[in-house]
């Protein structure tokens, strides 16, 4: 078994399903199933020995620094199973959700954005990295434009104007970097990288900050983030703040912590976190269609973890992942949520929900359920991410981070309350006699359970959170691992 | 020399492109121009001069007389996703231009706030 | 259980000499005023007539149960009154309970017959009645506070909340707390003419204008009862001010004397002065009362 | 019911002596009689002297003072106060206008016979009459409470029939709850 | 078996079920809500008195253990929550959503019992952001223009909370850990700025939720809104969590500080002012809840008031008082949730004249009122008393009369309550209203008695605060079963009070029945002294606008002043900002091209700033 079954199967589903399509549109949805289902048992059977012990894997058998490798360390291991499960649900609820032919392109982009994703998590080669950002940022474009309506092709033009720039100076980097150190590897380029005068470094830094801040939404280069979100299809938008956002905001970080640990980096991303934070969750605040406020506050949340990465003590790193996996979880549900609301009451308005709740009751408790876990509010999974991060960001002495984040906080249960009780405590406005499809349900059901039991059991996640904060820390570990396995 | 400024150049007309220009075709194009200039920055990296292709075709030819192939490779990698991209792009324009029937940028803008 | 069976005395006879004292006050506070209107005015004895001729009126109405116990809790709260307060200073007799409360208490049980008196003239449905009740409360709230300021400066002056004690402190005729305390009897005396509720603070009742308030549907016996604990609570309370201010009494004449000198002060200041307003008789309070007790206090801290 | 008997029981002689001394008037100032009610209370004639003093409403009240004349608007009202009372309870008829009509015996709209609708104790006569004479009509009517024979809201009950007659002749509208102690 | 973490178990299994129930066989949902609250009554009063339960959560060990003073309250939510559902299973029977209700009833309660168990901040803070929520969706429970006092409650609230939770924060950066065992005590070893800090912050956090005076804003409407036996647990038990957590952090935390008198005076006067001024609005309120509403807020003043002063009697007169809050308050809602029941309004200007109607409604009402004014012989009367003592003898001069002019002022709104729904006219509107079901009469008569017994014997309920005020490290007070004393040698035998009173009351109405009830006739409320004139039937004579006017008249200066418009104000000028920012992102593809440029530019040329290095 081997981590590269996490690229090449995704992938070589999004080249079956074209051609499985001409024969039958009914297997081509259950083909990212299946394909899901496998990875799941690859997750499993690889988990347990990469939270210990990383394993390399080296591509057609070059060897490091010289051939392409994946790195399947603690940190890839997590992330890739949770990419595996947000992908596993967002099937399920894509399943019925989308219904407009070409079928086959949805998956065949969805698995691209999967293999994309998950390159970018295991790969340990920069320029791979770039190609993945790139796999990804294409299938990105091309869902968000997916509905073929005005709007989509409008968010999506502008996703890949900013897109492209993010991948200008991702590969201007990429190309200075090797330019001084030549070598791709990243393991080798942290070796290497002390060597480069400050200057240089300070400047591929500020090329990655950009090309990198773009996908992970930084204030002020997510302007793409609102209006992708909202016009993509809804399981589209989970998997942008599920998996996109994710695998992005974890290649910068393994960046910055491999190649530019300097302490006024960390201060300017806890700074950009913070602003990213403020201005997300109070533009959220005042918007109207409900899915660019669940943009908003994915935006909100992104800059909450990117502030716990700042801090960069072994506490913050590891409540910056359980932020960014409850993040994952909690934002999918609320996108599923939303798609059906949004698709019963006929409006992306949030004044059309009124009365939603009764007609769609069930539809409406997920959606209330995930308001109330991503506010950070108890029993759910999302108060003791909060709570650590908190925790960890005023250990470092960073009060007035604390306050910020707890302001927004009280903004975000504002806009969040406010569309909760709309749906529920309206006269009653909205019928329809389309009824939610169960896979939907079901998808939506597997997610509050895992929320709700991590939020009862914390320790299940924080257990394996903690090797995988330690991967991002331990930079001599990661090179040994990397060159020397 | 001449090369670094003229990826420079490139990249930095691109930019104007995309950033004054109102027309969507010329946005795209400026677009196709940042990336040009960057893959010729590319190619300026790994080029060593008067070295050869680096193909060990004849003997005592060393890899220090060769031109870099990585960023040649890369350049090849980089140039098919610009292509990719640059294809995504137009035919988002198209779609664009169907329903608005407008290139104007400035007036395609009805999502904000 | 071992009774003493002279308290048992004083508890019966008490609020009967209250009452026959508090009638004849009655009756000759109207013989002043008629004197002072330059009339002949009506025997001492008439409030005790009337209030016989009331007792044997027949009563064949009534608005309900608490209109039925308004009255009942009214004079339940004069006589408890009167009970927790030392009517004579050192008599076995006449200091009933005296010593099972003290003045915070007495602040709250003098208030239960107004709430009492309230309800039943509420179940009777008259505006009229609301209205005084209204008038009433908020006048209330006007002089309760010069008056516990005064008491808060003597409490605190004498360092205890015990009627007793306070007694016991004002064995001669310079120890009385009017003497020792000035600023607070002046505070307590301007409450004390509101707690009376004759004019210039009798918007409650006012005859003309609200057809008498409270009562204005009790007749017959429920009024005859009203007065009978308005006699008695007067009494108590000019017992009570006494015992405060002016050293008490130890034997009945020297209660008879003060208390009557006492009575005077409303008595009178109420026949040459027109009706407040309640807001007017409110901000009456809350201004010299006030700064009196205020100073009391202020004196007493400093 | 307590009615006024010449018993020689104690309680009752207590009884009619208190009432004797304390009648509580409600007056009804109907037509001129009214401003007579002012001297006789104050300082010259001081009624207050004899226990008479005004009550702000009938339920307190002993006695019902009709000062003057009554238009059938009035007797209605008239009525409704005098049912309102508590037994035991008296009426003085004040001037000659209750008594036979007075000035008005030949107006459309005024009652000319008071006692026909209300049983009147004691007449107190004029046009008007002094404060001598009311004083001289109360200390008739006390003489009458002591003796027990001020008697006209007995008279009233048993004759409820009569007096309903009465009334119900001259006020059209008749909307009155009924009378029942 | 009977443990802590089962009785929690039990809240919220029970709370799940009865929503699932709901939906499956609706008739079971209540009965098994109540069987949970007799479960929780049952396991709370059995708790053993040592039981500490540790449990590790990511780094932290959670502890919950039972203490005196948790006990004390625990016990009382454990009635409330009992009383409170015994009281809807009639009121709520004929509403809708009902599995939602009693989810969210029993999480309130839940939580609520997790706060008095829990025995380190995180698991305070846990339940008590349980309890938050829970509560927010019993608020917007009702009807449309719940939804915006719902959000103001839950803004509030989660201010509250996260300055709590921002104190936790602080502690925990400087002391390493969250336990009460390792803070309580250890408080002096962190330094003294951010000792302030954490104190002011949690005094904030539970002052929200006690509706302390410049943070009470949400406590009328939220109220008033909610159903009314969720409003008796509200401002019964849910209230007392703040003062649960005040007496914590005053006692445990800033007690052993240098500025704990500081602390005392300024939240003395607060409360002190909270009670004049809450008491001042609430005579001027036309509905009855949110008269109600006004009046708790009032009395949670009295009760800070009583925790600041920090004598051992005004100790215990504060937690008398909490303690008979809770039961007097949720005897007074209950009785106006009984007539909003039959009536459909809490309009004071609408009801009427139920005294004959609804008989144990009103009694309740009647007992609640007079032991909310403190009047003997009932039970309000023994706080109110130790409260003035305790005042007068620590020198609280100024306090004790804006104590006493609130404590009198409260008559005014008390009667105008009574009055307004019980007495008055009984007009034709109301004719058909009957009394309500047994079951929400038995917790009001219960708690009737309550107030009786206690105004009796006041040592019943002095007893176990006096060991909760030793968990408190407060000196222990002289008391007897009903003879309460004072530490200048004043007592109040609260028997011989009683039985005076009844004596005399008894005695008295003897005599004026036999004398004059027995001969009487009852007579309509229209046959009233009216000039002779004769009123019709619709005729409106009740009294009932604008009652106070002339007091308010004369306290007109201090209801003008509403604090709640500042804060709309600020509300206001947030929302605005909010939406001038959202206008940076414009729409336009090229603006948003641009800002990447600029930010470029930016880093670039501050690069010194950011990163120390010029480029």
């Given at each position: 078994m081997s981590p590269v079954h996490f690229i090449a199967i995704p992938l070589f589903a999004a080249f079956l399903i074209p051609l499985v399509g001409k024969v039958s549109k009914n297997l081509v949805k259950l083909i990212p199933g299946i394909v899901f289902l496998y990875l799941s048992y690859v997750a499993i059977t690889l988990f347990p020995i990469g939270i210990h012990k990383p394993i390399v894997e080296i591509i057609a058998?070059?060897?490091?620094?010289?051939g392409i490798s994946l790195y399947y360390g603690p940190l890839a291991a997590f992330l890739t199973t949770m990419i595996t499960l947000i992908g596993f649900v967002i099937w399920l609820y894509s399943y019925k959700f989308i219904i407009r032919e070409p079928i086959e392109k949805y998956y065949m982009l969805f698995m691209m954005l999967i293999t994309g994703s998950t390159g970018i998590v295991l790969t340990g080669d920069v320029f791979n990295l770039f190609v993945f950002l790139e796999i990804t940022a294409i299938a990105a474009y091309s869902l968000t434009a997916f509905l073929r309506d005005k709007d989509g092709a409008e968010a999506a033009f502008k996703y890949l104007l900013i897109g492209s720039f993010s991948s200008t100076f991702v590969l201007l980097a990429i190309v200075l970097l090797y330019a001084n150190v030549h070598t791709l590897n990243m393991a080798d380029i942290a070796t290497k990288i002390s060597s480069v005068p400050l200057t240089t470094r300070i400047f591929i830094l500020i090329l990655f900050l950009m090309g990198l801040g773009i996908e992970s939404e930084m204030f002020p280069l997510n302007g793409w983030a609102p209006d992708a979100y909202s016009q993509a299809p809804s399981p589209v938008g989970a998997v942008f703040g599920g998996i996109v956002v994710k695998a992005s905001i974890y290649a910068l970080m393994r960046l910055i912590y491999l190649m530019f640990e300097f302490q006024s980096v960390m201060h300017f991303l806890v700074i950009m976190g913070v602003i990213t934070m403020l201005i997300a969750e109070m533009s959220a605040m005042r918007q109207q269609q409900i899915k660019r406020m669940l943009a908003f506050s994915s935006i909100g949340q992104m800059g909450l973890v990117i502030i716990a990465f700042g801090v960069g003590t072994e506490p913050s790193v590891r409540a910056a992942l359980f932020q960014m996996f409850n993040h994952a979880l909690i934002k999918s549900l609320l996108f599923f949520a939303a798609g059906y609301l949004v698709f019963h009451s006929?409006?992306?308005?949030?004044?059309?929900?009124?009365?939603?709740g009764h007609d769609k009751p069930i539809t409406s408790f997920f959606f209330a359920f995930g308001a109330l876990a991503i506010i950070g509010l108890p029993p759910f999974s999302g108060f003791w991410s909060k709570l650590y991060v908190l925790l960890s960001v005023a250990n470092s002495g960073l009060f007035a981070a604390v306050a910020l984040i707890l302001f927004s906080s009280v903004v975000e249960a504002i806009y969040y309350l406010r569309v909760v009780s709309r749906l529920y405590f309206n006269t009653e406005v909205a019928t329809d006699v389309r009824r939610t499809p169960v896979s939907g349900l079901v998808a939506m059901g597997i997610l509050t359970l895992v929320i709700l039991f991590v939020g009862f059991y914390p320790n299940l996640v924080l257990h394996w959170m903690t090797p995988a904060a330690n991967e991002l820390l331990n930079k001599a570990a990661y090179i040994k691992a990397g060159l020397f396995h | 020399m001449i090369y670094f400024i003229t990826s420079v150049v490139l990249i930095l007309t691109g930019m104007y492109a995309v950033l004054v220009k109102k027309n969507l075709i010329k946005i795209v194009i400026g677009l196709s121009i940042i990336d040009s200039g960057v893959h010729l920055l590319m190619i300026a990296i790994g080029y060593v001069k008067n070295a050869t292709a680096p193909i060990f075709s004849k003997p005592g030819l060393t890899a220090d007389k060769m031109v870099d192939p990585v960023p040649q490779a890369l350049v090849l990698t980089s140039i098919v996703i610009g292509l990719a991209v640059t294809a995504v792009a137009l035919s988002l324009v198209i779609r664009l231009y169907d329903h608005h029937k407008t290139l104007d940028i400035n007036k395609i803008r009805k999502l904000k706030w | 259980m071992n009774i003493n069976w002279l308290s048992v005395l004083g508890i019966i006879t008490t609020p009967i000499i209250a009452f026959i004292v508090g009638v004849t006050y009655g009756g000759l506070t109207r013989r002043i005023t008629a004197r002072i209107q330059n009339r002949y005015g009506p025997p001492s004895s008439q409030n005790l007539l009337d209030i016989i001729k009331l007792y044997s009126k027949e009563t064949s109405i009534q608005h309900g149960v608490m209109q039925h116990l308004g009255p009942v809790f009214a004079i339940t709260a004069s006589i408890t009154t009167l009970y927790f307060?030392?009517?004579?200073?050192?008599?076995v007799v006449f200091t009933n309970l005296s010593f099972n409360g003290d003045l915070i208490f007495l602040l709250y049980i003098m208030v239960f017959g107004s709430l009492g008196m309230a309800l039943g003239a509420g179940q009777t449905g008259n505006p009229n009645a609301a209205i005084g009740v209204s008038r009433g409360l908020s006048q209330m709230v006007g002089y309760e506070i010069p008056f516990v300021l005064s008491l808060v400066a003597i409490m605190t002056q004498f360092h205890t909340t015990s009627l007793t004690d306070l007694l016991a402190v004002q064995k001669h005729f310079a120890d009385w707390i009017i003497f020792q305390s000035p600023l607070a009897f002046i505070a307590g005396i301007l409450a004390f003419l509101g707690m009376m509720g004759y004019a210039p603070f009798d918007v409650v009742i006012a005859p003309a204008e609200i057809a008498s308030g409270p009562p204005s549907e009790f007749g017959g016996k429920y009024l005859a009862l009203m007065m009978t604990s308005r006699s008695i609570f007067t009494f108590a309370k000019l017992v009570l001010f006494t015992d405060i201010?002016?050293?008490?009494?130890?034997?009945f004449i020297t209660l008879i004397i003060k208390t009557f000198l006492l009575y005077m002060i409303p008595v009178l200041t109420g026949i040459v002065f027109p009706r407040f307003r309640t807001e007017q008789s409110i901000c009456f309070f809350w201004k010299w009362p006030l700064v009196f007790g205020v100073l009391a206090i202020l004196v007493v801290v400093l | 019911m307590i009615y006024d008997k010449s018993s020689g029981k104690i309680v009752d002689i207590i009884k009619n002596y208190a009432r004797k001394h304390s009648l509580w008037i409600v007056a009804?100032?109907?037509?001129?009689?009214?401003?007579?009610?002012p001297p006789t209370m104050t300082s010259r004639y001081d009624a207050e002297r004899f226990g008479i003093r005004g009550s702000a409403t009938p339920r307190q009240a002993d006695v019902l003072l009709i000062t003057g004349y009554l238009a059938v608007k009035t007797l209605k009202r008239v009525i409704r106060t005098y049912e309102q009372m508590q037994d035991p309870k008296y009426v003085i008829g004040f001037g000659s206008c209750t008594i036979n009509?007075?000035?008005?015996?030949?107006?459309?709209?005024?009652?000319?016979?008071?006692d026909r609708y209300l049983p009147v104790d004691v007449y107190i006569n004029g046009c008007m009459p002094r404060p001598e004479a009311v004083i001289s009509g109360f200390i008739e009517l006390q003489k009458l409470i002591e003796a027990g024979k001020a008697n006209g809201a007995k008279k009233y009950k048993e004759n409820l029939d009569w007096y309903r007659e009465n009334q119900r002749k001259v006020i059209k509208n008749w909307k009155m709850p009924d009378y029942n102690w | 078996m009977i443990s802590i973490p089962y009785i929690l178990l039990i809240a919220f299994a029970g709370a799940l079920l009865s929503f699932v129930i709901h939906h499956i066989a609706p008739k079971l949902r209540t009965p098994v809500a109540l069987l949970t609250t007799v479960l929780l009554l049952y396991f709370v009063w059995a708790l053993p008195a040592n039981s500490l339960i540790n449990i590790k959560i990511g780094d932290f060990i959670l502890t919950w253990g039972t203490t005196a003073y948790g006990q004390l309250f625990g016990m009382l939510v454990a009635v409330l929550g009992f009383f409170t559902v015994l009281y809807s299973t009639d009121f709520m029977a004929s509403k809708e959503r009902l599995g939602y209700f009693y989810m969210n009833f029993l999480f309130v309660i839940g939580g609520m019992l997790g706060i008095v168990y829990s025995q380190d901040f995180i698991s305070l803070f846990f339940f008590w952001e349980i309890m938050t929520w829970s509560s927010f969706m019993l608020v917007i429970y009702c009807c449309k223009d719940a939804q915006s006092i719902g959000l103001k409650y839950f803004v509030f609230s989660a201010i509250g909370a996260y300055s709590i939770l921002i104190g936790i924060v602080l502690l925990y950066s400087s002391m390493g850990t969250l336990q009460f065992k390792n803070i309580f005590g250890h408080i002096n070893e962190i330094s003294t700025g951010i000792k302030i800090s954490v104190i002011i912050l949690m005094i904030i956090g539970f002052g929200v939720k006690s509706a302390l005076m410049p943070l009470h804003v949400w406590a009328p409407d939220a109220y008033a809104v909610s159903p009314s036996p969720f409003t008796a647990l509200f401002s019964g038990a849910l209230s007392k969590m703040g003062i649960f957590g005040i007496g914590l952090v005053l006692f445990k935390l800033a007690a052993h500080t240098g500025f704990y008198s500081y602390v005392q005076y300024t939240l003395a006067w607060i409360g002190g002012i909270t009670a004049l001024l809450a008491t001042f609005y609430a005579i001027a309120q036309t509905d009855a809840k949110k008269l109600l509403a006004y009046s708790s807020i009032g009395q949670l003043g009295y009760i800070i008031v009583g925790l600041a002063i920090g004598t051992p009697l005004s100790i215990a007169a504060a937690l008398f008082l909490a303690i008979l809050h809770a039961i007097f308050k949720s005897m007074l809602f209950m009785a106006t949730g009984a007539v909003y029941m039959r009536t459909g309004t809490t309009n004071m200007t609408e009801v009427s004249g139920l005294i004959r109607k609804m008989p144990i409604s009103f009694v309740t009402a009647l007992f609640g009122i007079i032991t909310v004014a403190g009047v003997p012989p009932l039970g309000g009367f023994a706080a109110k008393w130790m409260l003035y003592e305790s005042l007068i003898q620590s020198g609280h001069y100024f306090l004790v009369i804006v104590i006493f002019a609130a404590s009198t002022a409260a008559f005014l709104y008390l009667f105008r309550y009574i009055f307004s729904l019980f007495l008055g006219q009984e007009e034709k509107e109301w004719e058909n209203v009957k009394e309500v079901p047994w079951t929400m009469q038995i917790p009001m008569i219960l708690m009737t008695i309550f107030v009786l017994v206690i105004g009796v014997f006041p040592g019943l309920l002095l007893d176990p605060i006096s060991s909760a005020m030793q968990y408190l490290n407060v000196k222990p007070f002289d008391y007897q079963m009903s003879v309460l004393f004072n530490n200048w040698g004043g007592k109040v035998d609260m028997q011989i009070v009683v039985r005076s009173i009844a004596a005399v009351f008894i005695l008295l109405g003897i005599f004026i029945t036999i004398k004059g009830y027995r001969n009487t006739r009852y007579v309509t409320t229209k046959d009233i002294h009216t000039s002779g004139e004769i009123p019709t039937e619709n005729e409106n004579l009740t009294y009932a606008v604008d009652f106070y006017k002339p007091f308010e008249r004369s306290i007109a200066p201090l209801l003008k002043a509403s604090i709640d418009k500042v804060y709309t104000l600020t509300g206001d000028i947030f929302e605005q900002a909010f939406d001038y920012l959202r206008y940076v992102y414009t729409g336009n593809g090229q603006t948003y091209a641009m800002y990447v440029v600029l930010f470029l530019a930016i880093l670039l040329l501050f690069s010194e700033l950011i990163f120390g290095i010029i480029l």
């Amino acid at each position: 078994m081997s981590p590269v079954h996490f690229i090449a199967i995704p992938l070589f589903a999004a080249f079956l399903i074209p051609l499985v399509g001409k024969v039958s549109k009914n297997l081509v949805k259950l083909i990212p199933g299946i394909v899901f289902l496998y990875l799941s048992y690859v997750a499993i059977t690889l988990f347990p020995i990469g939270i210990h012990k990383p394993i390399v894997e080296i591509i057609a058998g070059f060897k490091a620094p010289f051939g392409i490798s994946l790195y399947y360390g603690p940190l890839a291991a997590f992330l890739t199973t949770m990419i595996t499960l947000i992908g596993f649900v967002i099937w399920l609820y894509s399943y019925k959700f989308i219904i407009r032919e070409p079928i086959e392109k949805y998956y065949m982009l969805f698995m691209m954005l999967i293999t994309g994703s998950t390159g970018i998590v295991l790969t340990g080669d920069v320029f791979n990295l770039f190609v993945f950002l790139e796999i990804t940022a294409i299938a990105a474009y091309s869902l968000t434009a997916f509905l073929r309506d005005k709007d989509g092709a409008e968010a999506a033009f502008k996703y890949l104007l900013i897109g492209s720039f993010s991948s200008t100076f991702v590969l201007l980097a990429i190309v200075l970097l090797y330019a001084n150190v030549h070598t791709l590897n990243m393991a080798d380029i942290a070796t290497k990288i002390s060597s480069v005068p400050l200057t240089t470094r300070i400047f591929i830094l500020i090329l990655f900050l950009m090309g990198l801040g773009i996908e992970s939404e930084m204030f002020p280069l997510n302007g793409w983030a609102p209006d992708a979100y909202s016009q993509a299809p809804s399981p589209v938008g989970a998997v942008f703040g599920g998996i996109v956002v994710k695998a992005s905001i974890y290649a910068l970080m393994r960046l910055i912590y491999l190649m530019f640990e300097f302490q006024s980096v960390m201060h300017f991303l806890v700074i950009m976190g913070v602003i990213t934070m403020l201005i997300a969750e109070m533009s959220a605040m005042r918007q109207q269609q409900i899915k660019r406020m669940l943009a908003f506050s994915s935006i909100g949340q992104m800059g909450l973890v990117i502030i716990a990465f700042g801090v960069g003590t072994e506490p913050s790193v590891r409540a910056a992942l359980f932020q960014m996996f409850n993040h994952a979880l909690i934002k999918s549900l609320l996108f599923f949520a939303a798609g059906y609301l949004v698709f019963h009451s006929g409006s992306k308005k949030i004044s059309a929900l009124d009365g939603l709740g009764h007609d769609k009751p069930i539809t409406s408790f997920f959606f209330a359920f995930g308001a109330l876990a991503i506010i950070g509010l108890p029993p759910f999974s999302g108060f003791w991410s909060k709570l650590y991060v908190l925790l960890s960001v005023a250990n470092s002495g960073l009060f007035a981070a604390v306050a910020l984040i707890l302001f927004s906080s009280v903004v975000e249960a504002i806009y969040y309350l406010r569309v909760v009780s709309r749906l529920y405590f309206n006269t009653e406005v909205a019928t329809d006699v389309r009824r939610t499809p169960v896979s939907g349900l079901v998808a939506m059901g597997i997610l509050t359970l895992v929320i709700l039991f991590v939020g009862f059991y914390p320790n299940l996640v924080l257990h394996w959170m903690t090797p995988a904060a330690n991967e991002l820390l331990n930079k001599a570990a990661y090179i040994k691992a990397g060159l020397f396995h | 020399m001449i090369y670094f400024i003229t990826s420079v150049v490139l990249i930095l007309t691109g930019m104007y492109a995309v950033l004054v220009k109102k027309n969507l075709i010329k946005i795209v194009i400026g677009l196709s121009i940042i990336d040009s200039g960057v893959h010729l920055l590319m190619i300026a990296i790994g080029y060593v001069k008067n070295a050869t292709a680096p193909i060990f075709s004849k003997p005592g030819l060393t890899a220090d007389k060769m031109v870099d192939p990585v960023p040649q490779a890369l350049v090849l990698t980089s140039i098919v996703i610009g292509l990719a991209v640059t294809a995504v792009a137009l035919s988002l324009v198209i779609r664009l231009y169907d329903h608005h029937k407008t290139l104007d940028i400035n007036k395609i803008r009805k999502l904000k706030w | 259980m071992n009774i003493n069976w002279l308290s048992v005395l004083g508890i019966i006879t008490t609020p009967i000499i209250a009452f026959i004292v508090g009638v004849t006050y009655g009756g000759l506070t109207r013989r002043i005023t008629a004197r002072i209107q330059n009339r002949y005015g009506p025997p001492s004895s008439q409030n005790l007539l009337d209030i016989i001729k009331l007792y044997s009126k027949e009563t064949s109405i009534q608005h309900g149960v608490m209109q039925h116990l308004g009255p009942v809790f009214a004079i339940t709260a004069s006589i408890t009154t009167l009970y927790f307060i030392p009517v004579i200073k050192n008599s076995v007799v006449f200091t009933n309970l005296s010593f099972n409360g003290d003045l915070i208490f007495l602040l709250y049980i003098m208030v239960f017959g107004s709430l009492g008196m309230a309800l039943g003239a509420g179940q009777t449905g008259n505006p009229n009645a609301a209205i005084g009740v209204s008038r009433g409360l908020s006048q209330m709230v006007g002089y309760e506070i010069p008056f516990v300021l005064s008491l808060v400066a003597i409490m605190t002056q004498f360092h205890t909340t015990s009627l007793t004690d306070l007694l016991a402190v004002q064995k001669h005729f310079a120890d009385w707390i009017i003497f020792q305390s000035p600023l607070a009897f002046i505070a307590g005396i301007l409450a004390f003419l509101g707690m009376m509720g004759y004019a210039p603070f009798d918007v409650v009742i006012a005859p003309a204008e609200i057809a008498s308030g409270p009562p204005s549907e009790f007749g017959g016996k429920y009024l005859a009862l009203m007065m009978t604990s308005r006699s008695i609570f007067t009494f108590a309370k000019l017992v009570l001010f006494t015992d405060i201010f002016l050293g008490g009494a130890s034997d009945f004449i020297t209660l008879i004397i003060k208390t009557f000198l006492l009575y005077m002060i409303p008595v009178l200041t109420g026949i040459v002065f027109p009706r407040f307003r309640t807001e007017q008789s409110i901000c009456f309070f809350w201004k010299w009362p006030l700064v009196f007790g205020v100073l009391a206090i202020l004196v007493v801290v400093l | 019911m307590i009615y006024d008997k010449s018993s020689g029981k104690i309680v009752d002689i207590i009884k009619n002596y208190a009432r004797k001394h304390s009648l509580w008037i409600v007056a009804y100032g109907t037509g001129c009689g009214a401003i007579e009610l002012p001297p006789t209370m104050t300082s010259r004639y001081d009624a207050e002297r004899f226990g008479i003093r005004g009550s702000a409403t009938p339920r307190q009240a002993d006695v019902l003072l009709i000062t003057g004349y009554l238009a059938v608007k009035t007797l209605k009202r008239v009525i409704r106060t005098y049912e309102q009372m508590q037994d035991p309870k008296y009426v003085i008829g004040f001037g000659s206008c209750t008594i036979n009509g007075g000035m008005y015996w030949d107006s459309y709209n005024t009652v000319k016979a008071l006692d026909r609708y209300l049983p009147v104790d004691v007449y107190i006569n004029g046009c008007m009459p002094r404060p001598e004479a009311v004083i001289s009509g109360f200390i008739e009517l006390q003489k009458l409470i002591e003796a027990g024979k001020a008697n006209g809201a007995k008279k009233y009950k048993e004759n409820l029939d009569w007096y309903r007659e009465n009334q119900r002749k001259v006020i059209k509208n008749w909307k009155m709850p009924d009378y029942n102690w | 078996m009977i443990s802590i973490p089962y009785i929690l178990l039990i809240a919220f299994a029970g709370a799940l079920l009865s929503f699932v129930i709901h939906h499956i066989a609706p008739k079971l949902r209540t009965p098994v809500a109540l069987l949970t609250t007799v479960l929780l009554l049952y396991f709370v009063w059995a708790l053993p008195a040592n039981s500490l339960i540790n449990i590790k959560i990511g780094d932290f060990i959670l502890t919950w253990g039972t203490t005196a003073y948790g006990q004390l309250f625990g016990m009382l939510v454990a009635v409330l929550g009992f009383f409170t559902v015994l009281y809807s299973t009639d009121f709520m029977a004929s509403k809708e959503r009902l599995g939602y209700f009693y989810m969210n009833f029993l999480f309130v309660i839940g939580g609520m019992l997790g706060i008095v168990y829990s025995q380190d901040f995180i698991s305070l803070f846990f339940f008590w952001e349980i309890m938050t929520w829970s509560s927010f969706m019993l608020v917007i429970y009702c009807c449309k223009d719940a939804q915006s006092i719902g959000l103001k409650y839950f803004v509030f609230s989660a201010i509250g909370a996260y300055s709590i939770l921002i104190g936790i924060v602080l502690l925990y950066s400087s002391m390493g850990t969250l336990q009460f065992k390792n803070i309580f005590g250890h408080i002096n070893e962190i330094s003294t700025g951010i000792k302030i800090s954490v104190i002011i912050l949690m005094i904030i956090g539970f002052g929200v939720k006690s509706a302390l005076m410049p943070l009470h804003v949400w406590a009328p409407d939220a109220y008033a809104v909610s159903p009314s036996p969720f409003t008796a647990l509200f401002s019964g038990a849910l209230s007392k969590m703040g003062i649960f957590g005040i007496g914590l952090v005053l006692f445990k935390l800033a007690a052993h500080t240098g500025f704990y008198s500081y602390v005392q005076y300024t939240l003395a006067w607060i409360g002190g002012i909270t009670a004049l001024l809450a008491t001042f609005y609430a005579i001027a309120q036309t509905d009855a809840k949110k008269l109600l509403a006004y009046s708790s807020i009032g009395q949670l003043g009295y009760i800070i008031v009583g925790l600041a002063i920090g004598t051992p009697l005004s100790i215990a007169a504060a937690l008398f008082l909490a303690i008979l809050h809770a039961i007097f308050k949720s005897m007074l809602f209950m009785a106006t949730g009984a007539v909003y029941m039959r009536t459909g309004t809490t309009n004071m200007t609408e009801v009427s004249g139920l005294i004959r109607k609804m008989p144990i409604s009103f009694v309740t009402a009647l007992f609640g009122i007079i032991t909310v004014a403190g009047v003997p012989p009932l039970g309000g009367f023994a706080a109110k008393w130790m409260l003035y003592e305790s005042l007068i003898q620590s020198g609280h001069y100024f306090l004790v009369i804006v104590i006493f002019a609130a404590s009198t002022a409260a008559f005014l709104y008390l009667f105008r309550y009574i009055f307004s729904l019980f007495l008055g006219q009984e007009e034709k509107e109301w004719e058909n209203v009957k009394e309500v079901p047994w079951t929400m009469q038995i917790p009001m008569i219960l708690m009737t008695i309550f107030v009786l017994v206690i105004g009796v014997f006041p040592g019943l309920l002095l007893d176990p605060i006096s060991s909760a005020m030793q968990y408190l490290n407060v000196k222990p007070f002289d008391y007897q079963m009903s003879v309460l004393f004072n530490n200048w040698g004043g007592k109040v035998d609260m028997q011989i009070v009683v039985r005076s009173i009844a004596a005399v009351f008894i005695l008295l109405g003897i005599f004026i029945t036999i004398k004059g009830y027995r001969n009487t006739r009852y007579v309509t409320t229209k046959d009233i002294h009216t000039s002779g004139e004769i009123p019709t039937e619709n005729e409106n004579l009740t009294y009932a606008v604008d009652f106070y006017k002339p007091f308010e008249r004369s306290i007109a200066p201090l209801l003008k002043a509403s604090i709640d418009k500042v804060y709309t104000l600020t509300g206001d000028i947030f929302e605005q900002a909010f939406d001038y920012l959202r206008y940076v992102y414009t729409g336009n593809g090229q603006t948003y091209a641009m800002y990447v440029v600029l930010f470029l530019a930016i880093l670039l040329l501050f690069s010194e700033l950011i990163f120390g290095i010029i480029l």
